[in-house]
């Protein structure tokens, strides 16, 4: 570790622990609390990563959490962000944005295009002549993005906490820790966090080397840490402010979500970089960067250092670089010494030369700074015939800071630029919110402390329901820390503005000039601030770009909408531990006992099907999940419903009672076709659509009763179909009771031309075609226990949904089985009965159907009676729809024993070179011997019945044809025939 330093008194790391990680297939050496960035730049990897456009050497910028081009990619996580993450052992990681080795990137070549691809050449570009549009666009993806995703990931699961307080104060620095204690030391409850692991912010970096601050800083972290009132969360990030003070705090474990009182917001600044040519390159990082590398872990980031400043703190920085063996070779002042504090004093007492009114015109390099030019500065530009040059290997730039406000915008504070500071300020805050520390323009030690304690005061005042008057000004420096212009424009470019995204000065420049001269605007159209750190280190100098182009002020010029989260969250904080119930049916351990491929069904566990029987009639458990074994146990389903008998677990549809006076005027609300029609002892088929005409379900609805009916619902809508229920009965002041069944009653379905011979001797209810006949529902018993039988057709043969108590299924389904036997009964799961349906034509809502799917389109409409039902939901929006219709739902089919490249659902339907419909389902028809399908396609395409093309996963177009539906028994007559008859 040839760059790392002697013990420094404040480091993060354990030199008693060593740590070993692979970085682009070679080795390294870190200790324990290093970060990736700081391990690296320890053992002499300067260089850590590429640039998102042009693919130009990048490396530390901030080590704040904002260095997105030292982005690494390992076998299970991308994007992970060097400069904040510890390193682990045995971690093997790689840049991201690289194409072949990060040293040898095949990709660099792109900066030498970059006249030819200005801010926005991408919306101009590529889209005439037509037909080469894929071409660039298969180009443009594989080039676009950083990390690359593993879809094989090993699972996390992080706990979500709920955390509750008085007072909620976000940054442990000076301002933040005082403010905690102040509030403490009143009684209240106070949470104070820090996204770094360890407490006390700039105390522990920009003023490591004060001796004044040492006092502070032992005191303020003791009382911290000890304080009976404090609940102090290290390593954890506000990423964000939600109504009524709802903060989570984003953790290593996961998101605690935190309701506070009051909130105090002691988040303190970003510092901005400075502009001029080549400022990207490895050795040009910000001064704040430089002195966390070396406080926090004890690393050298050069040998010979310029520092360009427009503050005290770079002064403070070059005195640090000093104290760290660190050459300093000049201090570059974008004003006058008169106007610096006594750190600019030591800094000319070493003898080390201060260029006042200079600022850094390029920098020098290749892969690496190798040293700077400095010219002669007017406030907004340098005279490039008079300039100076400095060898250096480091270049430290403090000329100005941001404010880390964001959750201030969020929550509706009015913030706006202060002519004095040259930085963007708090003016009003939102109850309950409140500002303290460089974010409220306090910067010296003692203004912070001050601020602090002055925030907590207020926030104490409004836990009592005082009404105060917040002087926010109180204890805001009057000196300057930020430069209005540190901007230097170069005839060559390579100025760049956003280190995210590679966009230069005249990028900006020229979209404002082609009129995005709203700041929104400019940043959609040039992308800044939009790359991962989301315009931290960006958007500060894009206002000052744009508002010079206008000649706006930087209060009417504005800033950009903060939105949550403020860093990145990963996916597995916000999605918390898998809580998913998990809902089994009373057969479900049977299914388990006989083979069956579970799959999910929304809640529920159902059998997706069973293991293949071999002819010895033994189940091939070696098979299972093999895709040929899949589709042989399916394949054998079907063919047992159709020659023989089947039985299918469908206890999971909704199923719930409507009883009352109105109970079949609520349903003939509710569904599109009237209900209150139906005859005792009948059922009908029951479809929903919302009141856009959009079809969400569809089910049976039977009559048991003058005022008493039964309807079913599909699986994943069961419980939206009672809500729904429930709420129309309150929005008509129904007299109606419902009785939600689903989870106490079961259901199976016995289909083949078998299923009356098997079932009569079990049953006491007559089921002679005359007595029970198709769409039939009798109440009986089956044996011994009560049921209610439905004569349903779902399937395409002759069957009978039987409806009975929970507590009785699993004993009357293996009877079933027991003396289906000699009929060859066979259970099946829920591909065959997909099968089964799409031979029969009819559709599964949400497959076969979208989110704007209307019956019309699905070839329904003789299930919406417009003319003879005066009304039902979505009424109105059909009779429009109608005549609107500009799609359709059709059957087709491939030719026998076709043996190319399958097309499967959502592969698209090409005419003429444009998109002209989806396939909904698709599956081999043993009952046909082909393949078969629904589609849904544009007309008037759809009612042309010519050949249509299909492009699959490879690129290749198939050829379908369409046909009428349903596939098999057109005329309906196996729904009423049994074995004898099918014989």
Known sequence: ??????????????????????????????????????????????????????????????????????????DEATNIRGDVTPVSEGLDLRACNVNGSLANDKDSYIGLLSRFLPVGFYYKAFHKPKKFFPFWERIIREKAGLGEINTSWTATRQPKQYGFCDVLVIGAGASGMQAAITAADAGADVVLVDENPHIGGSLDYQLANVLEAAGVRAELKSRVRSHANIRLLEGHYAAGWYTDHYVPLVGAEGIVKMRAEQVVMATGVMEQPSVFRNNDLPGVMLASAAQRLITRYAVKPGQRAVVLTANDEGYRAALDMLESGIEVAAVVDLEWLDKRGPWAEQVKAKNIPVLEQSAIYEAKGKDALKGVVVGDFNGRGCDSGLTRKFDCD?????????????????????LGYDKKAHQILPRELAKGLHACGRLNGAFTLEQRLADGERAAKDALAQLKGETITMDLAAHRDSVAHSHDWP??????????LDIDEDLQLKDLVNAAKEGFDNIELMKRFSTNGMGPSQGKHSNMNGIRVLAEVTGKTIDETGSTTARPMFHPVPVSAMAGRRFRPERHTPMHQWHVDNGVQLMEAGQWMRPEYYLPVSEAGASDAAGAGRPDQRKQAILQEVQAVRSSLGIIDVSTLGKIEVMGPDAGR????????????????????????????????????????????????????????FRTLSLKIQELGLDVRLANLTGSLAAMNLAGPASRKVLTSLTDVDLSEESFPYLGMREGTVCGYPVRLIRVGFVGELGYEIHLPAAAALEVWETLMREGQAAGIRPFGVEAQRVLRLEKGHIIVGQDTDGLTNPFEANMGWAVPLKSKPWFTGKPSLALLKARCQRKLIGFQLPKGFNGELPKECHLIIHNGDIAGRITSIAYSPSLGRTIGLAMVDLPLADEGTLLQVRVDSGAMVTIEPCATPFYDADGTRQTADLTEVA
């Not at 740590?19 to 730049?41: K, M, N, W």
């Not at 969400?696 to 619902?713: K, P, Q």
Request: with cysteine; proline share 3%.
């Open 666 to 721: 609520l349903l003939d609300v509710v569904y599109t076709m009237k209900m209150s029609t139906i005859k005792i002892g009948m059922t009908r088929y029951a479809l929903a659509v919302d009141d856009s005409g959009v079809i969400i379900d569809d089910g049976i609805v039977g009559r048991i009763a003058e005022d008493r009916f039964y309807v079913t619902a599909t699986t994943s809508h069961a419980a939206a179909a």
């Open 487 to 496: 901007i230097i424009s170069h005839p060559k470019g390579k100025n760049f």
């Open 1 to 74: 570790m040839k760059y790392r330093l002697d013990p420094q008194p404040l480091e993060w790391i354990d030199r008693r622990e060593s740590v070993s990680f692979r970085f682009e297939g070679e080795s390294f050496t870190g200790f324990s609390g290093d970060s990736l960035s700081s391990a690296l730049l320890a053992s002499g990897q300067k260089l850590l990563g590429r640039s998102f456009k042009y693919h130009r050497p990048r490396s530390v910028l901030s080590m704040a959490n904002h260095d997105v081009n030292a982005l690494f990619q390992s």
């Open 394 to 414: 480091l270049l430290l730039m403090s000329v100005g800071w941001a404010p880390a406000s964001q959750m201030l915008y969020q929550s509706g504070c009015k």
